[in-house]
């Protein structure tokens, strides 16, 4: 299926960063056990949440570290390299697709990018350096220094709007893909979770690779259930680009 692809669209979750050290939101140990995510309408009206909230969000950056792609995302940039892929929708806000090569005209994140903060007024973009060290400097939420607005991380929190033109774009290509894999996702969390029912609907193969059971196996064309990294390195060798 892969090999026959030229515009297969790898939509990916948390599963597969996990093999560069990130834990993910449902396994056992993922955020969710630790901590409630924060909604966005509780950020906004509250002081004292938008400070809890950078904590959280420092904290596990610090705990994370510096991480590099894995092999997951070095077989899906070598894909697109090869003219299989067209683009990878991302729920992911680690920029590890970025960082493994892909251009960036082929990535759609649709959550977002942990990676800068920015202004929830004006948008100007806040390096989240600097965000610690004010929170540090004056033990407050940091403020945009144009506008005096809200920072944010430039993710997007639950009950907070989807990104239009992103959604507009992983519309676009799920649409004209020929090839729908889906790989280390939960296929929990909506509308992100809407594309693979959309590309099948749209009469794409659907290809599932997950740890564990998604809520969309039962519509699945195949259903691999393996840790992403083995499987797609045994398909790279297969195609003789290991
Ligand atoms: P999820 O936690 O709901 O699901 C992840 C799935 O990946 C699980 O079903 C798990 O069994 C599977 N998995 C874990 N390791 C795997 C591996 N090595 N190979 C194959 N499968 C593996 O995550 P989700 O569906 O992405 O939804 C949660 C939301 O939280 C998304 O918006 C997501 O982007 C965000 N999130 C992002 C990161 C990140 O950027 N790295 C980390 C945590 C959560």
Redesign the pocket.
């Known amino acids: 299926m892969v090999q026959r692809a030229r515009r297969a669209v790898v939509f990916?979750?948390?599963?597969?960063?996990?093999?560069c050290g990130?834990?993910?939101?449902?396994?056992p140990g993922?955020?969710?056990t630790r901590f409630k995510p924060i909604d966005f309408s509780e950020f906004l009206a509250s002081e004292d949440t938008r400070l809890e909230a950078w904590r959280r969000f420092l904290a596990i950056r610090e705990a994370i570290g510096d991480v590099e792609p894995g092999p997951?995302h070095r077989a899906v940039a070598r894909l697109a390299g090869m003219g299989h892929v067209s683009h990878v929708i991302?729920?992911?806000?680690?920029g590890?697709h970025q960082a493994s090569g892909i251009s960036a005209e082929r990535i759609i994140e649709i959550?977002g990018n942990?990676t800068h903060a920015k202004c929830l007024s004006c948008g100007l973009r806040h390096e989240i350096d600097w965000v610690k060290d004010k929170i540090v400097a004056t033990g407050r939420a940091p403020r945009c220094t144009a506008c005096g607005g809200i920072v944010k991380s430039a993710t997007i929190s639950f009950g907070q709007a989807m990104p239009e033109q992103e959604m507009a774009d992983a519309r676009a290509a799920t649409l004209n893909a020929d090839l729908f894999i889906a790989?280390?996702?939960?296929?929990?969390?909506f509308p992100?979770?809407g594309f693979p029912v959309l590309a099948k609907q749209n009469r794409s193969p659907l290809v599932i690779?997950?740890?564990?059971e998604?809520g969309l196996d039962g519509l699945a064309d195949l259903v691999i259930h393996?840790?992403?990294?083995p499987l797609l390195g045994a398909l790279m060798g297969r195609m003789g680009a290991a």
């Open positions: 990916t979750g948390a599963g597969i960063s996990t093999e990130i834990p993910d939101f449902r396994s993922g955020f969710w997951s991302t729920q992911n806000i680690d590890l959550h942990a790989i280390g996702s939960s296929l929990q969390v992100a979770a690779l997950n740890r564990e998604t393996a840790d992403s990294g």
